[in-house]
């Protein structure tokens, strides 16, 4: 496999820690609190969330919305920050949380060279801590079995590359987002394993791994280098930690007039619903990322009832929640809501109900 553009990785994970709580606590971008009055009249139990993901993204908002309707049914207090993709500002969340006297935290997917500090400034404080999709030792973990996404998602896409081209292609492009470590391994990486699956002959060498961003803008860049610098690459197919990594390509590929023989399917379904598809964009792995807080409410409620359960960490095949993935071609997709929809029906249905029950296609 061809890995290519890692500074931009470097560069995002660039940053150290420095200054006061005050200046740290200024860099933290509060998404929203709660703490209604009957809240406080009926309990004094208080969730606590630091989003993940580039701030301002409609699922990461998403998810803390989700929380704080669960937090307004069940009478607790919530406070939800956005990490913004940064270790100083996961970090400087952690010590909100200590100072605020959080009963429950909910850490989304941060850089995992961060979690272990984190780990051990709330395990001081005795708070416990449900981590999304990232395990941590000491952390409920709740989240997607990310290698068997990856390889839904690529086997689907394989299935096609068998169809259209007898598996034989001249490269499968892949946009990855290493700054999240065994997420984009898992992810991306198992989306080349599950196209080798069914198509056993295509070789690593005829697969390139680079570092999209996550955004369509960032993949885009990336993508009509990498393509400029391979003009013999006709059939290609391309996959990514996110429906965002493969469109960039794809609209790359557009904009070089070399889209004619490439197809793609995404992760996340962030970009496989509504009317503006990509039509170079055959499906998705869906995740359903703003109703996250869902999965965890069973665990939240144990928690504030006093009768906290066994850490399940996934440390050794142990998760508190597997949510199962949702693989759906972008035909099967139009029969699923946009997010706006998902979030409004999310509001409407009782804490615990979850975003794959409603959502997922039934195949």
């Known amino acids: 496999m061809k890995i290519v553009g890692e500074t931009h990785t470097v560069r995002k994970l660039a940053g150290v820690i420095t200054g006061s709580l005050l200046t740290l606590t200024s860099l933290a971008m509060v998404v929203g609190t709660t703490d209604t009055a009957a809240s406080a009249a009926t309990s004094t139990f208080k969730v606590c969330m630091g989003t993940a993901g580039t701030p301002g993204t409609p699922w990461q908002t998403g998810q803390g919305t989700v929380l704080q309707d669960i937090a307004h049914q069940e009478g607790w207090a919530s406070v939800v920050l956005s990490n913004q993709h940064s270790p100083s500002t996961s970090l400087s969340n952690a ?38 999709d ?24 394989g299935a096609i590359i068998k169809s259209k081209w007898d598996c034989n292609l001249d490269e499968v492009i892949a946009s990855g987002l290493p700054v999240v470590g065994v997420i984009d391994t898992e992810r991306t990486g198992g989306m080349i394993k599950g196209i080798q699956k069914v198509c056993p002959n295509i070789p690593n060498s005829k697969t390139t791994e680079f570092d999209g961003d996550g955004e369509v803008s960032a993949s885009a860049t990336a993508g009509r280098a990498l393509l400029a610098a391979h003009p013999s690459w006709v059939k290609i197919a391309v996959v990514g930690i996110n429906d965002d990594g493969v469109v960039g390509v794809l609209e790359a590929a557009e904009q070089l007039g070399r889209a004619k023989d490439m197809i793609g399917w995404g992760q996340s379904g962030d970009l496989d619903t509504g009317s503006n598809v990509d039509p170079h964009l055959l499906g998705s792995v869906f995740y359903f990322l703003e109703g996250y807080a869902e999965y965890a409410v069973p665990l939240l409620k144990e928690i504030a009832a006093g009768h906290a359960p066994a850490v399940a960490d996934y440390t050794h095949n142990n998760p508190a929640v597997l949510i199962a993935p949702c693989s759906a071609s972008t035909a099967q997709a139009k029969n699923i809501p946009g997010y706006s929809a998902r979030l409004a029906k999310l509001a409407t249905v009782s804490a615990g109900t979850t975003p794959d029950a409603l959502f997922c296609p039934k195949m």
């Open 134 to 157: 990232i395990a941590q030792k000491g952390w409920y973990f709740v989240g997607i079995n990310n290698s068997l996404a990856g390889i839904q998602g690529g086997e689907a896409l």
């Open 95 to 132: 010590e909100i949380f200590v100072l605020d006297k959080c009963n429950a935290v909910i850490e989304g997917p941060s850089p995992e060279s961060t979690d272990p500090v984190i780990a051990a400034k709330l395990a001081a404080a005795k708070i416990p801590v449900i981590t999304f």
